[in-house]
T-cell receptor, first 115, second 116 residues
């Protein structure tokens, strides 16, 4: 069975510093995709970054990068130079590429950026 | 172009009543997903539609929940005989599902359902 684990219910970071949000996963699917979404207090789900299981390099999108360690089954999100607007819930998600496209989400990490 | 839209944005209903929630996906997106998010929780997968294929209903919590997608576009999620535990935000997402592996899902604003 597929599973996503986010062990940090809440995180604090000082403005302009970097922060790492943890995500570990479990799947028997040989091919899968990993996603991070941001959910501000407004409730919208905003796509941040994607990593494919066969991608050789870690994904980067602006200030977001994904530290993908396949052997450890971890896909941590790194946010560099935190901004006050980064305060939100962050969800890690996984979708298998075989046997359907069901996507499962972790419980989320609430990030607080301090001025 | 327009993003995913959902209606109504808020719905308050009495226990035992039926409700219908609507989702308009991004034009041209062949894949459509429904999720449920209870207060302070992550997203719970409900159902997935892909083109004309049979939907993946494996996440529907009970037979009171059903969904359809007409003409490969608009989808309606129906909850019959609502219960208080059905209170949640119901999120719809669509993706192009080009089989490239990325298949990013774009979410609508959600419908907040409150069952009294």
């Amino acid at each position: 069975a597929q599973k996503i684990t986010q062990t940090q219910p809440g995180m604090f970071v000082q403005e302009k510093e970097a922060v790492t949000l943890d995500c570990t996963y479990d799947t028997s699917d040989p091919s899968y995709g990993l996603f991070w979404y941001k959910q501000p207090s407004s409730g919208e789900m905003i796509f941040l970054i994607y990593q494919g299981s066969y991608d050789q390099q870690n994904a980067t999108e602006g200030r977001y990068s994904l530290n993908f360690q396949k052997a450890r089954k971890s896909a941590n999100l790194v946010i560099s130079a935190s901004q006050l607007g980064d305060s939100a819930m962050y969800f890690c998600a996984m979708r298998g590429n075989t046997g359907g496209f069901k996507t499962i989400f972790g419980a989320g990490t609430r990030l607080f950026v301090k001025a | 172009g327009a993003g995913v839209s959902q209606s109504p944005s808020n719905k308050v209903t009495e226990k035992g009543k039926d409700v219908e929630l609507r989702c308009d996906p991004i034009s041209g997106h062949t894949a459509l997903y429904w999720y449920r998010q209870s207060l302070g929780q992550g997203l719970e997968f409900l159902i997935y539609f892909q083109g004309n294929s049979a939907p993946d209903k494996s996440g529907l919590p009970s037979d009171r929940f059903s969904a359809e997608r007409t003409g490969g576009s608009v989808s309606t999620l129906t909850i019959q005989r609502t219960q208080q535990e059905d209170s949640a935000v119901y999120l719809c997402a669509s993706s192009s599902n080009l089989g490239t592996g990325t298949d990013t899902q774009y979410f609508g604003p959600g419908t907040r359902l409150t069952v009294l």
